[in-house]
Nanobody, 122 residues
Framework: QVQLVESGGGLVQAGGSLRLSCTAS????????MGWFRQAPGKEREFVAA????????NYADSVKDRFTISRDNAKNTVNLQMNSLKPEDTDVYYC???????????????WGQGTQVTVSS
């Protein structure tokens, strides 16, 4: 049974930083590309960032480029999202997700975590 468990969300002031983590179990983590997504109430879930199985490739949504950094530690089955210069519009529930293919993970992940709330106050 695949499980993705996010942590690290919380309340932060605008301009601050948070680091989200997602720990995976039930899959061969190093064989999967990983992604982060976010969703506000009543809105579509949107792509934030993705990383290939070995960390060699990453890509980001334009809205977070140069502020967020995705990374992974295959020895710990963990993917992280370092979020800097946070803005009130970054307030969302953040989800991690996985797919075997890096080219697919940002469009159609096959496994999802339960989400962690990030709230940025102005």
């Amino acid at each position: 049974q695949v499980q993705l468990v996010e942590s690290g969300g919380g309340l932060v002031q605008a301009g601050g930083s948070l680091r989200l983590s997602c720990t995976a179990s039930g899959l061969t983590f190093s064989s999967y590309a990983m992604g982060w997504f976010r969703q506000a109430p009543g809105k579509e879930r949107e792509f934030v960032a993705a990383i290939s199985w070995n960390g060699g490739s990453t890509n980001y949504a334009d809205s977070v480029k140069d502020r967020f950094t995705i990374s992974r530690d295959n020895a710990k089955n963990t993917v992280n999202l370092q979020m800097n210069s946070l803005k009130p519009e970054d307030t969302d529930v953040y989800y991690c997700a996985s797919h075997r293919l890096y080219s697919v993970v940002r469009r159609m992940p096959d496994y999802w975590g339960q989400g962690t709330q990030v709230t940025v106050s102005s």
